[in-house]
Protein backbone atom coordinates (compact mmCIF):
# COMPACT_ATOMS: atom_id res chain seq x y z
CA UNK A 1 0.00 0.00 0.00
CA UNK A 2 3.51 2.33 0.88
CA UNK A 3 4.47 1.49 -2.51
CA UNK A 4 1.13 2.27 -4.40
CA UNK A 5 0.84 5.27 -2.33
CA UNK A 6 4.66 6.22 -3.37
CA UNK A 7 4.18 6.20 -7.03
CA UNK A 8 1.25 7.99 -6.50
CA UNK A 9 3.18 10.75 -5.00
CA UNK A 10 5.45 10.75 -7.75
CA UNK A 11 2.87 10.90 -10.69
CA UNK A 12 1.54 13.86 -9.39
CA UNK A 13 4.75 15.47 -8.94
CA UNK A 14 5.57 14.39 -12.60
CA UNK A 15 2.27 16.58 -13.42
CA UNK A 16 3.08 19.36 -11.69
CA UNK A 17 6.39 19.56 -13.28
CA UNK A 18 4.90 19.06 -16.64
CA UNK A 19 2.58 21.98 -16.20
CA UNK A 20 4.78 24.18 -15.05
CA UNK A 21 6.83 23.44 -17.84
CA UNK A 22 4.10 23.86 -20.26
CA UNK A 23 2.93 27.19 -18.64
CA UNK A 24 6.81 28.42 -18.99
CA UNK A 25 6.76 26.75 -22.78
CA UNK A 26 3.95 29.42 -23.57
CA UNK A 27 5.13 32.50 -21.99
CA UNK A 28 8.61 31.69 -23.74
CA UNK A 29 6.39 31.11 -26.98
CA UNK A 30 4.97 34.96 -26.58
CA UNK A 31 8.24 36.94 -26.30
CA UNK A 32 10.10 37.63 -29.15
CA UNK A 33 12.93 35.06 -29.67
CA UNK A 34 16.72 35.83 -29.39
CA UNK A 35 19.23 35.06 -31.75
CA UNK A 36 21.56 32.52 -31.15
CA UNK A 37 24.52 33.92 -29.86
CA UNK A 38 22.50 36.05 -27.26
CA UNK A 39 23.38 33.44 -24.59
CA UNK A 40 26.81 35.11 -24.78
CA UNK A 41 25.12 38.23 -22.79
CA UNK A 42 25.56 37.21 -19.55
CA UNK A 43 27.12 38.00 -16.64
CA UNK A 44 30.42 36.73 -16.04
CA UNK A 45 29.43 33.71 -14.10
CA UNK A 46 29.95 30.21 -14.27
CA UNK A 47 27.40 28.32 -15.48
CA UNK A 48 26.32 24.79 -15.01
CA UNK A 49 28.37 21.86 -14.79
CA UNK A 50 28.56 22.32 -11.06
CA UNK A 51 31.64 20.80 -9.09
CA UNK A 52 31.20 17.42 -7.21
CA UNK A 53 33.63 18.59 -4.76
CA UNK A 54 31.78 21.30 -3.04
CA UNK A 55 32.72 21.15 0.22
CA UNK A 56 36.17 20.76 -0.47
CA UNK A 57 39.03 23.62 -0.20
CA UNK A 58 40.67 23.77 -3.42
CA UNK A 59 44.05 24.86 -3.68
CA UNK A 60 43.65 26.30 -7.44
CA UNK A 61 40.67 27.88 -9.03
CA UNK A 62 40.81 28.38 -12.85
CA UNK A 63 38.63 30.16 -15.33
CA UNK A 64 37.58 27.96 -18.65
CA UNK A 65 36.69 30.28 -21.33
CA UNK A 66 34.55 28.71 -24.23
CA UNK A 67 32.55 30.09 -27.24
CA UNK A 68 29.50 27.44 -27.17
CA UNK A 69 26.24 27.61 -25.24
CA UNK A 70 25.83 25.30 -22.19
CA UNK A 71 23.99 22.58 -23.76
CA UNK A 72 23.98 19.45 -25.14
CA UNK A 73 26.82 20.11 -27.65
CA UNK A 74 30.41 18.28 -28.34
CA UNK A 75 32.14 21.04 -27.45
CA UNK A 76 30.37 21.90 -24.08
CA UNK A 77 30.27 17.96 -23.11
CA UNK A 78 34.21 18.35 -24.21
CA UNK A 79 35.17 20.67 -21.41
CA UNK A 80 33.02 19.47 -19.01
CA UNK A 81 34.86 16.00 -19.09
CA UNK A 82 37.92 18.15 -18.28
CA UNK A 83 36.65 20.06 -15.65
CA UNK A 84 35.81 16.25 -14.39
CA UNK A 85 38.73 14.51 -15.06
CA UNK A 86 40.96 17.34 -13.29
CA UNK A 87 38.54 17.71 -10.43
CA UNK A 88 38.08 14.04 -9.56
CA UNK A 89 42.10 13.21 -10.07
CA UNK A 90 42.77 15.91 -7.59
CA UNK A 91 40.05 15.09 -5.12
CA UNK A 92 38.62 18.79 -6.09
CA UNK A 93 42.11 20.40 -4.74
CA UNK A 94 41.94 22.16 -8.35
CA UNK A 95 38.59 23.31 -9.34
CA UNK A 96 37.13 24.54 -13.17
CA UNK A 97 34.87 26.91 -13.55
CA UNK A 98 33.33 26.76 -16.63
CA UNK A 99 32.50 30.15 -18.86
CA UNK A 100 30.11 29.13 -22.14
CA UNK A 101 28.86 31.21 -24.85
CA UNK A 102 31.98 33.52 -25.01
CA UNK A 103 31.30 35.43 -21.69
CA UNK A 104 34.70 36.27 -21.12
CA UNK A 105 35.36 37.51 -24.67
CA UNK A 106 35.45 35.91 -28.57
CA UNK A 107 38.19 33.81 -29.65
CA UNK A 108 41.39 36.31 -30.64
CA UNK A 109 39.93 38.05 -27.11
CA UNK A 110 40.68 35.06 -24.72
CA UNK A 111 43.89 33.34 -26.69
CA UNK A 112 45.43 37.45 -25.94
CA UNK A 113 43.59 36.92 -22.38
CA UNK A 114 45.89 33.23 -21.62
CA UNK A 115 48.38 35.08 -23.22
CA UNK A 116 48.83 37.80 -21.05
CA UNK A 117 47.25 35.98 -17.60
CA UNK A 118 44.65 37.32 -17.45
CA UNK A 119 42.26 34.03 -18.31
CA UNK A 120 43.61 30.76 -17.44
CA UNK A 121 42.42 28.99 -20.16
CA UNK A 122 40.05 28.63 -23.11
CA UNK A 123 39.44 26.92 -26.77
CA UNK A 124 39.62 28.69 -30.14
CA UNK A 125 39.53 27.54 -33.87
CA UNK A 126 42.47 27.84 -36.03
CA UNK A 127 41.08 30.98 -37.55
CA UNK A 128 41.78 33.53 -34.73
CA UNK A 129 44.77 31.86 -33.54
CA UNK A 130 46.47 32.55 -36.86
CA UNK A 131 46.61 36.10 -36.11
CA UNK A 132 49.35 34.93 -33.47
CA UNK A 133 51.21 32.24 -35.08
CA UNK A 134 51.07 32.08 -38.76
CA UNK A 135 51.86 28.38 -39.21
CA UNK A 136 49.19 27.35 -37.54
CA UNK A 137 46.93 28.24 -40.97
CA UNK A 138 48.69 25.36 -42.93
CA UNK A 139 45.94 22.83 -41.28
CA UNK A 140 43.58 24.86 -43.17
CA UNK A 141 45.07 24.08 -46.40
CA UNK A 142 42.08 23.91 -48.81
CA UNK A 143 40.65 19.66 -48.83
CA UNK A 144 43.91 18.81 -47.38
CA UNK A 145 42.25 16.14 -45.20
CA UNK A 146 40.90 13.74 -47.44
CA UNK A 147 38.49 12.57 -44.06
CA UNK A 148 38.33 13.56 -40.38
CA UNK A 149 40.52 10.31 -39.12
CA UNK A 150 43.20 11.31 -41.80
CA UNK A 151 42.99 15.02 -39.65
CA UNK A 152 42.88 13.34 -36.24
CA UNK A 153 46.21 11.12 -37.30
CA UNK A 154 47.92 14.30 -38.10
CA UNK A 155 46.83 16.03 -34.98
CA UNK A 156 47.75 13.46 -32.45
CA UNK A 157 50.67 12.77 -34.52
CA UNK A 158 54.32 14.59 -34.78
CA UNK A 159 53.35 17.32 -36.66
CA UNK A 160 50.85 18.15 -33.92
CA UNK A 161 53.23 17.79 -31.43
CA UNK A 162 55.75 20.15 -33.30
CA UNK A 163 53.37 22.93 -33.97
CA UNK A 164 52.27 22.98 -29.85
CA UNK A 165 55.78 23.27 -29.71
CA UNK A 166 55.92 26.39 -31.91
CA UNK A 167 52.57 28.06 -30.57
CA UNK A 168 54.47 27.65 -26.85
CA UNK A 169 57.61 29.08 -28.03
CA UNK A 170 56.30 32.40 -29.95
CA UNK A 171 53.78 32.94 -27.63
CA UNK A 172 54.19 31.33 -23.87
CA UNK A 173 50.33 29.73 -24.24
CA UNK A 174 51.14 25.85 -23.68
CA UNK A 175 48.85 23.70 -26.13
CA UNK A 176 47.08 20.73 -24.06
CA UNK A 177 44.82 19.55 -26.45
CA UNK A 178 44.08 20.33 -30.40
CA UNK A 179 41.06 18.54 -31.84
CA UNK A 180 38.31 18.98 -34.08
CA UNK A 181 36.21 22.03 -35.01
CA UNK A 182 35.02 20.68 -38.37
CA UNK A 183 34.99 20.54 -41.97
CA UNK A 184 33.37 23.96 -43.29
CA UNK A 185 30.51 24.30 -45.77
CA UNK A 186 29.38 27.20 -47.36
CA UNK A 187 25.36 28.55 -46.62
CA UNK A 188 23.66 31.63 -48.49
CA UNK A 189 20.67 33.36 -49.14
CA UNK A 190 20.62 34.11 -52.85
CA UNK A 191 20.99 31.25 -54.29
CA UNK A 192 21.67 27.51 -54.62
CA UNK A 193 25.30 26.48 -55.46
CA UNK A 194 26.05 23.51 -57.29
CA UNK A 195 29.06 24.44 -59.23
CA UNK A 196 32.05 27.11 -58.86
CA UNK A 197 30.49 29.58 -61.25
CA UNK A 198 27.91 29.98 -58.53
CA UNK A 199 30.32 31.52 -56.21
CA UNK A 200 30.61 34.42 -58.06
CA UNK A 201 30.49 37.54 -56.78
CA UNK A 202 29.12 36.51 -53.49
CA UNK A 203 29.81 37.90 -50.42
CA UNK A 204 30.98 35.47 -47.87
CA UNK A 205 31.50 36.32 -44.19
CA UNK A 206 34.75 34.62 -43.12
CA UNK A 207 36.82 33.76 -39.60
CA UNK A 208 39.39 36.78 -39.24
CA UNK A 209 42.11 34.96 -40.99
CA UNK A 210 43.96 35.76 -44.20
CA UNK A 211 43.71 32.34 -45.25
CA UNK A 212 39.90 32.04 -45.57
CA UNK A 213 39.54 35.59 -47.66
CA UNK A 214 42.20 34.37 -50.10
CA UNK A 215 40.58 30.67 -50.31
CA UNK A 216 36.81 32.87 -50.89
CA UNK A 217 38.54 35.02 -53.41
CA UNK A 218 40.23 31.91 -55.44
CA UNK A 219 36.77 30.88 -56.03
CA UNK A 220 35.22 33.96 -57.26
CA UNK A 221 33.58 35.16 -54.04
CA UNK A 222 34.50 38.26 -51.78
CA UNK A 223 35.30 36.80 -47.86
CA UNK A 224 34.57 39.20 -45.49
CA UNK A 225 36.59 39.00 -42.08
CA UNK A 226 34.25 38.66 -39.38
CA UNK A 227 33.76 37.67 -35.46
CA UNK A 228 31.11 35.22 -34.85
CA UNK A 229 28.15 35.56 -32.25
CA UNK A 230 25.96 37.94 -32.62
CA UNK A 231 27.35 40.02 -35.57
CA UNK A 232 27.80 37.13 -37.81
CA UNK A 233 23.96 36.03 -37.05
CA UNK A 234 22.50 40.23 -37.23
CA UNK A 235 25.43 40.21 -40.73
CA UNK A 236 23.29 37.60 -42.01
CA UNK A 237 19.70 39.23 -41.19
CA UNK A 238 20.35 42.21 -42.71
CA UNK A 239 22.12 40.54 -45.40
CA UNK A 240 25.13 42.81 -45.02
CA UNK A 241 27.17 39.69 -46.13
CA UNK A 242 24.92 37.50 -48.76
CA UNK A 243 26.95 34.03 -47.53
CA UNK A 244 29.23 32.21 -44.51
CA UNK A 245 31.03 29.28 -43.91
CA UNK A 246 30.96 27.32 -40.99
CA UNK A 247 30.68 23.09 -39.78
CA UNK A 248 27.09 21.88 -39.87
CA UNK A 249 26.84 21.14 -36.62
CA UNK A 250 27.52 24.78 -35.98
CA UNK A 251 25.41 26.13 -38.91
CA UNK A 252 22.52 23.96 -36.70
CA UNK A 253 23.61 24.51 -33.35
CA UNK A 254 23.44 28.41 -33.56
CA UNK A 255 20.78 28.46 -36.28
CA UNK A 256 22.93 30.62 -38.92
CA UNK A 257 20.39 28.45 -41.28
CA UNK A 258 17.30 30.50 -40.79
CA UNK A 259 18.64 33.30 -42.75
CA UNK A 260 20.59 31.06 -45.25
CA UNK A 261 17.85 28.63 -46.55
CA UNK A 262 20.87 27.34 -48.98
CA UNK A 263 23.82 25.10 -47.84
CA UNK A 264 26.87 23.43 -49.85
CA UNK A 265 28.52 20.66 -48.72
CA UNK A 266 31.68 20.94 -50.13
CA UNK A 267 34.36 20.54 -46.76
CA UNK A 268 36.72 22.91 -48.09
CA UNK A 269 38.63 23.13 -44.86
CA UNK A 270 38.96 20.91 -42.00
CA UNK A 271 38.56 23.12 -39.31
CA UNK A 272 40.86 22.52 -35.83
CA UNK A 273 40.22 23.52 -32.35
CA UNK A 274 42.48 24.37 -29.83
CA UNK A 275 42.79 24.26 -25.75
CA UNK A 276 45.13 26.03 -24.45
CA UNK A 277 46.21 27.38 -21.16
CA UNK A 278 49.52 29.90 -19.66
CA UNK A 279 52.49 28.02 -19.76
CA UNK A 280 53.59 30.04 -16.55
CA UNK A 281 50.73 29.19 -14.89
CA UNK A 282 50.71 24.94 -15.75
CA UNK A 283 54.38 25.18 -14.98
CA UNK A 284 53.87 26.80 -11.54
CA UNK A 285 51.26 23.69 -10.65
CA UNK A 286 53.02 20.54 -8.80
CA UNK A 287 54.07 17.80 -10.94
CA UNK A 288 51.08 15.44 -10.14
CA UNK A 289 48.40 18.34 -10.78
CA UNK A 290 50.50 19.36 -14.02
CA UNK A 291 50.38 15.75 -15.52
CA UNK A 292 46.42 15.78 -14.83
CA UNK A 293 45.63 18.66 -16.67
CA UNK A 294 47.79 17.42 -19.38
CA UNK A 295 45.90 14.11 -19.45
CA UNK A 296 42.90 16.41 -19.08
CA UNK A 297 43.88 17.68 -22.35
CA UNK A 298 43.88 14.39 -23.99
CA UNK A 299 40.32 13.26 -23.03
CA UNK A 300 39.16 16.66 -23.92
CA UNK A 301 40.82 15.95 -27.53
CA UNK A 302 39.03 12.41 -27.92
CA UNK A 303 35.53 13.66 -26.45
CA UNK A 304 35.75 16.22 -29.51
CA UNK A 305 36.69 13.88 -32.40
CA UNK A 306 33.87 11.36 -32.72
CA UNK A 307 31.21 13.32 -30.77
CA UNK A 308 31.47 16.31 -33.64
CA UNK A 309 31.20 13.83 -36.83
CA UNK A 310 28.36 12.74 -35.28
CA UNK A 311 27.04 15.92 -34.46
CA UNK A 312 27.98 17.27 -38.25
CA UNK A 313 26.13 13.94 -39.49
CA UNK A 314 22.83 14.91 -36.89
CA UNK A 315 23.43 18.17 -38.18
CA UNK A 316 23.18 16.93 -42.18
CA UNK A 317 19.67 15.42 -41.50
CA UNK A 318 18.08 18.24 -39.83
CA UNK A 319 18.77 20.80 -41.54
CA UNK A 320 17.83 19.12 -44.38
CA UNK A 321 13.87 19.83 -42.58
CA UNK A 322 14.52 23.56 -42.01
CA UNK A 323 16.28 24.69 -45.26
CA UNK A 324 15.07 24.81 -48.81
CA UNK A 325 18.47 23.06 -50.31
CA UNK A 326 21.19 20.90 -48.33
CA UNK A 327 23.72 19.79 -51.26
CA UNK A 328 26.03 18.05 -50.78
CA UNK A 329 29.02 19.07 -54.12
CA UNK A 330 29.93 16.05 -55.73
CA UNK A 331 33.74 15.12 -55.91
CA UNK A 332 33.95 16.18 -59.66
CA UNK A 333 32.94 19.31 -58.97
CA UNK A 334 35.02 19.27 -55.70
CA UNK A 335 38.20 18.60 -57.95
CA UNK A 336 37.27 22.16 -59.75
CA UNK A 337 37.25 24.04 -56.26
CA UNK A 338 40.29 22.49 -55.13
CA UNK A 339 41.94 22.96 -58.28
CA UNK A 340 41.35 26.92 -57.68
CA UNK A 341 41.67 27.12 -53.99
CA UNK A 342 44.46 25.15 -52.87
CA UNK A 343 47.21 26.77 -55.04
CA UNK A 344 46.30 29.91 -54.55
CA UNK A 345 46.06 29.62 -51.12
CA UNK A 346 49.86 28.03 -50.63
CA UNK A 347 51.13 30.50 -53.04
CA UNK A 348 49.89 33.24 -50.60
CA UNK A 349 50.94 31.56 -47.37
CA UNK A 350 54.44 31.14 -49.33
CA UNK A 351 54.59 34.35 -48.82
CA UNK A 352 53.84 34.89 -44.80
CA UNK A 353 55.59 31.63 -43.29
CA UNK A 354 58.49 29.24 -43.93
CA UNK A 355 57.09 26.61 -46.85
CA UNK A 356 58.91 23.86 -44.76
CA UNK A 357 55.80 23.99 -42.90
CA UNK A 358 53.33 23.57 -45.94
CA UNK A 359 55.47 20.75 -46.96
CA UNK A 360 55.77 19.04 -43.58
CA UNK A 361 51.79 18.99 -43.51
CA UNK A 362 51.03 18.02 -46.57
CA UNK A 363 53.51 15.11 -46.25
CA UNK A 364 51.92 14.35 -42.74
CA UNK A 365 48.50 13.91 -44.39
CA UNK A 366 49.87 11.82 -46.97
CA UNK A 367 51.56 9.66 -44.87
CA UNK A 368 48.21 9.55 -42.03
CA UNK A 369 46.31 8.14 -45.80
CA UNK A 370 48.96 5.34 -45.86
CA UNK A 371 48.69 4.16 -42.80
CA UNK A 372 45.04 4.27 -42.74
CA UNK A 373 44.23 3.06 -45.94
CA UNK A 374 46.74 1.54 -46.92
CA UNK A 375 49.37 1.77 -50.25
CA UNK A 376 46.36 0.61 -52.76
Known amino acids: MRVKSFFIMVLAAALSVLSIGCQMTQKVSETKTPSPSDTAKQESKPQAAVSHFEGVKPDYTFKFSLQEPATDNPEYNAAKAFK ?19 QLGKEKEIFQAVKAGNVDMGTAADGPLGSFVPETTVLAIPYLFKSAPIAWEVLNGSFGQELKNLILQKTGVNIIGL ?145 KEIYPLPASEQKRFKEKA ?33 TN
Open 84 to 102: DYVESHTNGKIRIDLYPGA
Open 179 to 323: SQNGFRSFTNSKHPIHKLEDLQGLKIRVMENQLYIKMVNALGAHGVPMAGGDELYSALQQHVVDGQENPLDGIWSYKLYEPQPYITVDNHTFSSKFLFMNDKLLSSLPVDYRDIVKEAGSVWTTQLEGPKEQASVDAFYLLKQKV
Open 342 to 374: QPAVIDWMKTQIDPVWIDKVQKAASDAEKKLYG
